[in-house]
């Protein structure tokens, strides 16, 4: 079915999708461990997510990282798979808890998300490298799955008010409609904000 | 609907498919492989994607190796092919004769062999073939050899005398009796042609051991220096040193590996070419540098000179380092490998950290 | 924020924790009783036994055959060595004792070869 409003929007994530994959990959992080970011991409993934579900969060996720490698010229590089791998899991588990769960607010979930990427990261670096002694990052790459979850889950929420304000975001509309409430009072009523 | 959803299904599995694909092929394989060549034994791991041009590269880099071990070989006995394809025999029959044509390896080798010559001021020399023999090492019976015939010989030892003309490719020794000894090049400049045998063949990553004398290329599978640890000279089983190295070469030598017993005196096999006995001034020495074959010839050299006079040339020359552990027990290395070395010194060593 | 999300950041750490808690009592047991390792004997290219290197083993010898002949080789406990070999300068004897992975006896007129096997420190020693 096509739903033009779905296309745009879509496309709009993916394109910023895109934009924050490369930018991001242009930050220093002040820590000397390979994989950890801020994981500012993410943050789309999720909107996309909610807005439209699991099909529509993975078909971002995968488009941007495609389209970002494409851009970076590092397509089908290890540094490449470890991004994809990460894009897709963080994706995979943002989805199940935004579907099965209502306790979690955006920073919750995208905190989740986070420590998913970097553990998808470390999975696919281990299948690349056959070297169990990567597995010293583990404790690492959760620890900072906590802090860069927080900042970008922080930025998402009030990301999500202000656009919502403008109202630029009518993404639940039927659900909403049908419930006679706007989609912050949604996602207010699911915990998401 | 449904059909949007299997063909999403469909393009999930496939990129599912496609990546694990890309995980298994990019995974990096480890082919190894040992031979005895050259008076020792040569082991050589290279690290790739595919199985069969590792396989392939690292027959290359043998067949490189035991090209140069032919030309250089200066053992065989007369008469036999192995005596007639080695320019050194031919080189060493006709001596004081006339000159010998010879590969452009062999003269390389002995290029190099003279100039490290005269920035020693004598302290190497390929020419040391007629000492050599005269202690026998590598023969059953290695034994002092009295002062007067140690003399004799001495007389024969002269890298002046060692005519390398390259426009011709000849070389001729000047003196009957004169005799070429590349013990301390060949392996070296053998294992640094192996190197780019490997990298001919598209090799990013390897490591080849030609008997303690270690080449690497790249950085190590783990993608960080590769470690390589620096034997204690005179505890076997414990390491002095722990070197990080990327694209060079750490030859060692050591008066602790190749000797004999007599008289109550260890005499090991790296002579001084100017008293004809085994130099004294150092155990062990480390030379650090890109090119295999110049790092086989500066250990010898600087195992030669005085830690002191070894330690000032190293620094005059570019690209090269020097781990040392000195006869009275001093640990010292040039500046170059502060960061890159991790002294593990024992008990009967001194590092001293200023140097 | 929700109390969830808190809990799931407690969770988290609670996770790192205990893995770097694994990981240090795992390093803690390997180094305490060094895990048995084994040593291969290989004569003229081809591997020709294989032995284990446990700390309470006993003394053995037994005769490899190398190119100029059979060399005798003692294993106690988890050490190896080369006691008798018939090559001119005794290089591989005068090596004396090796236990730890990476270690190797070289014999090369005898084309013989003991390796101790296992995760070696270093990726090469220069001697």
């Known amino acids: 079915m096509f739903n033009t409003r779905r296309l745009v929007f879509l496309s709009v994530l993916i394109a910023m999708g895109t934009v924050l994959h490369v930018v991001e990959g242009m930050v220093p992080v002040p820590l000397p461990i390979p994989g950890v970011k801020l994981g500012l991409a993410n943050m789309v993934t999720l909107i996309a997510l909610h807005s439209y579900g699991a099909r529509d969060g993975v078909t971002v996720a995968v488009a941007r990282v495609l389209l970002g490698s494409l851009i970076g010229g590092v397509f089908l590089s290890p540094g490449f798979l470890l991004s994809l791998t990460g894009a897709v899991s963080s994706t995979l588990i943002m989805a199940l808890l935004l579907k099965y769960s209502d306790c979690f607010s955006v920073i919750g979930i995208s905190m989740a998300g986070a420590v998913g990427h970097n553990m998808g990261q470390l999975l696919a670096a281990f299948l690349l490298l056959q070297n169990k002694s990567i597995f010293f990052y583990l404790p690492v790459l959760l620890m900072a799955g906590i802090p860069t979850g927080l900042f970008t889950g922080y930025i998402l929420k009030s990301l999500l008010e202000r656009v919502e304000r403008l109202g630029i975001l009518r993404i639940y509309e039927d659900d909403a409609a049908s419930r006679n409430l706007g989609p912050m009072g949604l996602m207010k009523e699911k915990n998401l904000l | 609907m449904r059909k949007q959803r299997a063909l999403f299904a469909l393009v999930c599995l496939l990129l599912g498919a496609v990546s694990a694909g890309l995980l298994l092929g990019q995974r990096t394989r480890e082919y190894k492989s040992d031979q005895f060549l050259m008076d020792t034994l040569v082991s050589i791991r290279v690290y790739g994607k595919d199985a069969d041009k590792l396989r392939e590269a690292v027959a290359a880099a043998y067949a490189e190796m035991h090209r140069i071990a032919d030309l250089a070989d200066g053992f065989p006995q007369p008469g036999t092919t192995a005596y007639r394809i080695s320019d050194v025999c031919r080189i060493n029959e006709q001596a004081g004769l006339k000159p010998v044509s010879a590969d452009k390896d062999v003269i390389a080798m002995l290029t190099l062999a003279k100039k490290y010559h005269s920035l020693s001021e004598g302290a190497f020399d390929v020419t040391i073939g007629p000492v050599m023999d005269l202690w026998g090492f590598g023969r059953n019976d290695p034994q002092v050899p009295p002062p007067g015939r140690l003399g004799e010989a001495l007389a024969l030892v002269g890298s002046k005398d060692l005519v390398v003309n390259e426009r011709e490719q000849t070389v001729f020794l000047r003196k009957a009796g004169m005799k070429l000894d590349l013990g301390a090049v060949a392996k070296g400049y053998a294992t640094e042609k192996a190197i780019q045998a490997l990298k001919r063949h598209g090799i990013e990553k390897a490591l080849i051991d030609a008997g303690g004398n270690i080449r690497v290329l790249g950085k190590s599978r783990r993608d960080i220096p590769w470690r390589i640890g620096i034997k204690d000279p005179r505890k076997a089983d414990a390491l002095t040193a722990v070197l990080a190295l990327e694209d060079s070469a750490a030859v060692t030598s050591g008066d602790y590996y190749r000797y004999f017993e007599a008289g109550g005196k260890r005499w090991h096999h790296i002579l001084d070419p100017r008293t004809g006995y085994p130099a004294a001034e150092n155990m062990s020495v480390t030379a650090v540098t890109a090119d295999a074959g110049l790092a086989d010839v500066l250990s010898t050299v600087f195992f030669v000179l005085k830690p002191e006079k070894a330690l000032e040339l190293a620094e005059k020359l570019e690209g090269v380092d020097l781990f040392l552990v000195a006869d009275d027990g001093r640990i010292l290395h040039t500046p170059g490998l502060r960061g890159r070395v991790e002294v593990k010194a024992g008990e009967g060593y001194r590092h001293d950290q200023g140097r | ?127």
């Not at chain 3, 770097?20 to 390997?30: D, E, I, P």
């Not at chain 3, 290989?42 to 060399?71: C, E, M, N, W």
């Not at chain 3, 106690?76 to 005068?94: F, H, Q, T």
Request: net charge positive.
């Open chain 3, 1 to 127: 924020m929700t109390r969830a999300d808190r809990y799931l950041a407690a969770g988290i750490l609670l996770i790192a924790i205990l893995s770097v808690a694994l990981f240090y009592y795992r390093s803690s047991l390997s180094s305490g009783k060094a895990a048995s390792v084994g040593a291969v004997i290989s004569a003229q290219g081809k591997i020709v036994r294989k032995i284990d290197l446990s700390p309470g083993g006993g003394k053995t010898t037994f005769l490899v055959s190398g190119r100029l002949g059979p060399a005798t080789v003692e294993v106690e406990g988890k050490r190896v060595r080369m006691v008798d070999a018939p090559c001119p300068e005794r290089i591989c004897i005068k090596q004396g004792w090796i236990e730890n992975p990476g270690e190797s006896i070289v014999c090369v007129p005898g084309e013989t070869v003991i390796h101790v096997e296992g995760a070696a420190p270093v990726d090469a020693v220069t001697r």
